[in-house]
């Protein structure tokens, strides 16, 4: 994917987004297909390596997406086993690592709310 100076702007406006300002809708969605927001808490600990304790102290200090994937304290690296497109975008091909990780996150929410198993939504 090649990155334009309009994309690059357009991401710098995503990196700066407070994460405590996006959980409620990745809940919302996931719940909305009858999943839990114990479920959304698990994908985000499974991909970022926070403890529920660190996932809610980064909500409390509304902190933006780009710390909040900085300070995560392990990336899994099975992310990189998450493939497909979200918001236009094959996420695999996606050059800038701290946006593919955001995008590695929606597509998890995305996989969530669409009913898939827990265990294939981790690739366990």
């Given at each position: 994917m090649k990155l334009t100076?309009?994309?690059l702007a357009g991401w710098q406006r995503v990196y700066?987004?407070?994460f405590a300002s996006l959980y409620p809708m990745y809940v919302a969605k996931a719940e909305k297909k009858g999943r839990t927001k114990a479920?959304?808490?698990q994908v985000i600990r499974w991909l970022t390596g926070y403890t529920q304790k660190g996932i809610d102290g980064q909500i409390a200090k509304k902190t933006s997406l780009q710390a909040f994937f900085e300070?995560?304290?392990k990336l899994n690296p099975a992310r990189k086993q998450i493939t497909g497109v979200i918001c236009g975008y094959r996420v695999e091909e996606i050059e800038e690592p701290l946006?593919?990780?955001?995008?590695?996150?929606?597509k998890l929410?995305?996989?969530l709310a669409k009913g898939r198993p827990m265990e294939k939504v981790l690739r366990a």
């Open positions: 100076e309009r994309a700066a987004m407070s479920e959304v808490d300070k995560a304290p946006m593919q990780d955001i995008r590695y996150l929606d929410i995305d996989e």
